[in-house]
Nanobody, 127 residues
Framework: QVQVAESGGGLVQAGGSLRLSCRVS????????MGWFRQSPGKEREHVSC?????????WYADSAKGRFTASRDNAKSTLYLQMNSLKPEDTALYFC???????????????????WGQGTQVTVSS
């Protein structure tokens, strides 16, 4: 069974930075495109960024993340990263990672069917 463990969240002032990590087990990590998602209270979970499998040469970003967030992966460590800079109060959310079906430069599909979501990591940005 696929398991994910997100970490790296915290409380930061607006304009600050955080680096999220997602350790994945239960699959051949390098073979799978991966995605970052977030959910704020009262809102549906939304895509933030997705990165293709293998060399991760295709990365998609939500408009809200473009120019501020950078996704990367270390296949040797089965770990996905999200570097978040210039954080805004509206970035406050619980952040999750999951394998996704497909990534291209203009879209990212949903998490794979049957994905067991992790507990997420909380990001809180104060104004």
């Amino acid at each position: 069974q696929v398991q994910v463990a997100e970490s790296g969240g915290g409380l930061v002032q607006a304009g600050g930075s955080l680096r999220l990590s997602c350790r994945v087990s239960g699959l051949v990590f390098a073979d799978y495109p991966m995605g970052w998602f977030r959910q704020s209270p009262g809102k549906e979970r939304e895509h933030v960024s997705c990165i293709s499998g293998n060399d991760g040469d295709i990365i998609w970003y939500a408009d809200s993340a473009k120019g501020r967030f950078t996704a990367s992966r270390d296949n040797a460590k089965s770990t996905l990263y999200l570097q978040m800079n210039s954080l805004k109060p509206e970035d406050t959310a619980l952040y999750f990672c999951a394998p996704v079906g497909h990534v291209s430069s203009w879209m990212c599909s949903d998490a794979l069917p049957g994905t067991a979501w992790g507990q997420g990591t909380q990001v809180t940005v104060s104004s």
